[in-house]
């Protein structure tokens, strides 16, 4: 599945950390939400089993983060 996000904002974070834990399997992502535009950004491609486990985190390191756009 490919996992797609919306954002920027220059007022949002330049490094929103994104956890993706999937399919027994736990990746990490870094993306500036500053610099988009208001544009689709593919964070990329990861196999949900749909095991009631699986989720997607994101935190920040001092900034705003948006996970709703």
Known sequence: M???LLFGVKQ??????????H?????TSTQ???KTGNQWV???SYTF?????????LSDS???TAADG
Do not use: R
């Open 2 to 4: 490919a996992l797609t």
């Open 12 to 21: 949002h974070n330049s490094s929103a950390q994104y956890t993706i834990v």
């Open 23 to 27: 399919d027994g399997q736990t990746d």
């Open 32 to 34: 500036d939400q500053s």
């Open 42 to 44: 593919l964070l990329g």
């Open 49 to 57: 089993t749909g095991s009631g486990s699986e989720y997607i985190e």
């Open 62 to 64: 001092g900034g705003k």
